[in-house]
């Protein structure tokens, strides 16, 4: 596990085992979930469940085959006086989204089957919130092992 600071973002990874032989690299992971956090973004994009809506459907939005994106399907709920909590699913990725625009911080988890992909979500919903600083914590999810190993 390694990290390194880079524009205010940083990243811990967690790898997947090697393959069967040696030398092998292939991946023998379900997915890829990104633990991500937040900080010093703008009051206002984090405060509004609507918003939210949007940047999430935006974010997990991909290709329908037919040149546009499909957005993902969204769901948001809006807290009073203010923080929204929202959830994204599609087939590139399934988001979780938990604002504090008091701290001006959100924290997010993006799951997906490619690292790509999860990647590709993360650019997104960065460059909708506008967070001076991120954190990323890399796991990958459902690592397959054989029943000796365990």
């Not at 546009?68 to 959830?87: I, K, L, N, W």
Request: aromatic share 6%.
């Amino acid at each position: 596990m390694g990290a390194s600071l880079t524009a205010g973002l940083s990243v811990n990874h967690m790898a997947c085992s090697q393959g069967d032989y040696p030398g092998e690299q292939r991946e023998q992971c379900l997915g890829t979930h990104l633990l991500v956090e937040l900080w010093s973004a703008p009051f206002p994009k984090l405060a509004d469940a609507r918003q939210i809506q949007e940047i999430l459907g935006k974010a997990g939005a991909c290709d329908n085959g037919m040149g546009t994106d499909s957005p993902a399907e969204v769901r948001v709920h809006q807290f009073d006086p203010y923080g929204v909590s929202g959830t994204a699913s599609s087939p590139l990725a399934h988001i979780l989204i938990h604002t504090w625009p008091e701290n001006r911080y959100a924290a997010v988890d993006i799951f997906s089957h490619g690292r790509d992909d999860a990647y590709l979500v993360l650019e997104r919903m960065k460059e909708a919130l506008c967070p001076e600083y991120v954190h990323v914590l890399e796991m990958k999810r459902g690592q397959l092992l054989d029943m000796e190993d365990t």
